[in-house]
């Protein structure tokens, strides 16, 4: 079995202070495994208080979007410069709220993921399906479509640096999860798609994690299928005794 990841993704909460208690609280409560990583996502002004909180720890921090170029007159943008040097070593790219609400396409996907690697961030590359498109049987041609748009001309190099994370958007905050079985189909399909592009070898090595509504107690089911290689969780990161119940959880499919 591959090495789980469990990655917290914040959104638009955390003042600095509370990015620092929860920080503190997980770092106390989470004892370093070989079998299951962490990453934290904390808002963009929190990253260095937190990063530099978790120097010394396994615990790694991602933000949660770049913008493509480097420097220059992008107001309100943030580069991957920026975020590295801040302490960031992943960042979470093509989440379906950017989507959503600011206009994200396969296409600046594409460029985010690139920019990402240029600068040796570790992208968290998000798919999935809206509710709507999944009624109308549509799951397959919308996964391959972000799939293929968001890794236009990655190398099979780049893309061993890659996770992707499978989020079907009826499941994001709905408290409605995925079955295990309807996760671990499009999971595979994931896979099978990594294979064809990339090769036997390098789609073994790439983490596919699952993202929508996860908590304690849906993990072990959701992270026990061979396809599921581990979480990206919203709301349960928001708690420290939340997110270390999903963390030991997957610890115990050891
Ligand atoms: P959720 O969010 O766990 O609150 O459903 C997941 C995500 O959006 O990454």
């Not at 609400?101 to 994200?104: L, P, Q, R, T, V």
């Given at each position: 079995m591959r090495s789980k990841l469990i990655a917290g993704n914040w959104k638009m909460n955390k003042t600095i202070g509370e990015a620092l208690d929860l920080v503190k609280a997980l770092h106390d409560g989470v004892l370093e495994s070989a079998n299951v990583g962490v990453v934290v996502s904390p808002p963009y002004t929190a990253i260095n208080k937190v990063a530099e909180f978790l120097k010394d720890s396994f615990i790694q921090v991602s933000a949660q979007d770049l913008f493509w170029?480097?420097?220059?007159?992008?107001?309100g943008a943030i580069s991957a410069p920026i975020i590295k040097d801040a302490g960031a070593k992943y960042c979470i790219i093509g989440h379906s709220e950017k989507r959503q609400?600011?206009?994200?396409t396969d296409d600046t996907v594409n460029k985010k993921i690139k920019a990402a690697l240029a600068h040796g961030i570790i992208p968290i590359f998000c798919i999935g399906e809206t509710l709507e498109q999944r009624e109308s049987d549509q799951v397959e041609a919308v996964i391959k479509k972000q799939f293929f748009g968001g890794l236009q001309d990655i190398k099979p190099n780049d893309m061993a640096r890659i996770v992707i994370a499978y989020e079907p958007v009826w499941a994001i905050g709905t408290g409605k999860t995925a079955t295990p079985e309807q996760a671990e189909e499009v999971h595979a399909m994931i896979r099978d798609m990594l294979i064809k592009e990339f090769g036997l070898e390098i789609a073994n090595g790439v983490k596919i994690l699952y993202g929508g509504s996860v908590k304690a107690e849906n993990t072990q089911e959701l992270l026990s299928?061979?396809?599921?290689?581990g979480a990206l969780v919203g709301?349960?990161?928001?708690?420290a005794q939340d997110f270390i119940g999903i963390i030991n959880n997957a610890k115990l499919l050891f």
């Open positions: 170029e480097d420097a220059g007159a992008f107001t609400f600011f206009n994200e299928k061979p396809n599921i290689d709301g349960a990161s928001l708690k």
